[in-house]
């Protein structure tokens, strides 16, 4: 597991940026982490065919670590999921986001 050197909530970018180990760095939406939620409501919502509860606006109030990654806290109360260290690494790579 990859684990991030440093993690910060940049609200001039609207963006989480992450640096890891080997020197690279990501900077991360908001918005676009709040729709790649994968906790057990919003898996449901994918499933079930309708659009993730996200907004363009939408801001990260904190990020606490959490053993494998980070529990991601929204403005709009949504703080359910934990984002895990690699799924966050291949958000950042670009990769899908439906699999972790």
């Avoid at 908001?30 to 409501?41: G, I, K």
């Avoid at 939408?58 to 984002?83: C, M, N, T, W």
Wanted: proline residues 7%; aromatic residues 8%.
């Amino acid at each position: 597991m990859n684990i991030p050197d440093h993690v910060t909530i940049d609200a001039s970018s609207a963006s989480l940026s992450i640096r890891w180990p080997d020197g690279s760095a990501a900077q991360l939406p908001f918005a676009a982490l709040r729709a790649a939620c994968m906790c057990a409501q919003c898996r449901k919502r994918k499933y079930d065919g309708e659009a993730p509860l996200s907004r363009p606006d939408v801001k990260l109030l904190d990020a606490r670590p959490s053993g494998y990654g980070l529990q991601l806290v929204f403005d709009d109360g949504h703080e359910r999921g934990i984002f895990p260290w690699v799924y966050l690494e291949r958000l950042a790579k670009g990769e899908r986001n439906d699999v972790v």
